[in-house]
């Protein structure tokens, strides 16, 4: 079987695309009216609409809470469980897909970012070879899981192809890029174990 063309195929496949690419672009656009609908009821004692969009907007929203405001990529990709809280000024960066399991508290300014590129220059900014100018920039995309009954303290940043296993608490601050086990407590940049929970 070959390999898709189409960037939006080739970032849901988790292989290398092209940006800019005007089909992503204007998905992006859709989906960031969409955050924006969501972000115009912060402040409202009635959270039925917030709920009514976010369950319009996201892949899946359960019996969970999200308080804005909040930023999403296309959301489409985003599954949250049950009994979440979802807290202020959170982004989610969702080309690959982010799923939250249920009883999950994310703190505020957490930044979910399933988006990449490659760490060498010249595979992340591809010029013409004759004329030297821009052509595209090379994205990468893996998917984010975060189990049930996690914590992620505020200000926390998880990246692309990590899994943070059920009942592990991530200390505010720390920059998450490799998996974590069940029931632990890290923190730190890169976030490391610091023990276990009991």
């Known amino acids: 079987m070959s390999e898709p063309t189409r960037a939006f195929d080739r970032m849901r496949a988790g292989l290398p695309w092209a940006a800019p690419d005007p089909e992503i672009m204007a998905l992006q656009a859709e989906a960031t009216k969409a955050y924006c609908a969501v972000n115009a009821t912060e402040g409202d004692s009635d959270p039925t609409e917030r709920l009514k969009l976010l369950r319009g907007a996201l892949g899946a929203f359960g019996e969970s809470y999200l308080n804005p405001p909040v930023r999403w990529e296309f959301g489409r990709h985003i599954f949250i469980g049950d009994t979440c809280l979802i807290n202020s000024d959170c982004t989610f960066l969702d080309g690959a897909d982010i799923r939250i399991g249920d009883y999950t508290l994310i703190a505020p300014g957490c930044i979910l970012t399933t988006a990449s590129h490659p760490v060498i220059p010249e595979e992340r900014i591809i ?72």
Do not use: M, Y
Request: hydrophobic share 40%; glycine share 16%; proline share 7%.
């Open 127 to 198: 010029l013409d070879a004759e004329t030297g100018a821009f052509r595209h920039a090379q994205c990468l995309n893996a998917p984010i899981t975060i189990g049930s009954k996690c914590w992620l303290g505020a200000g926390t940043t998880v990246i692309g192809g990590v899994t943070i296993g059920d009942g592990t608490t991530v200390g505010a601050g720390s920059v998450v890029t490799r998996d974590l086990p069940p029931r632990v407590l890290a923190a730190g940049s890169p976030a490391c174990v610091i023990r276990p929970l009991s």
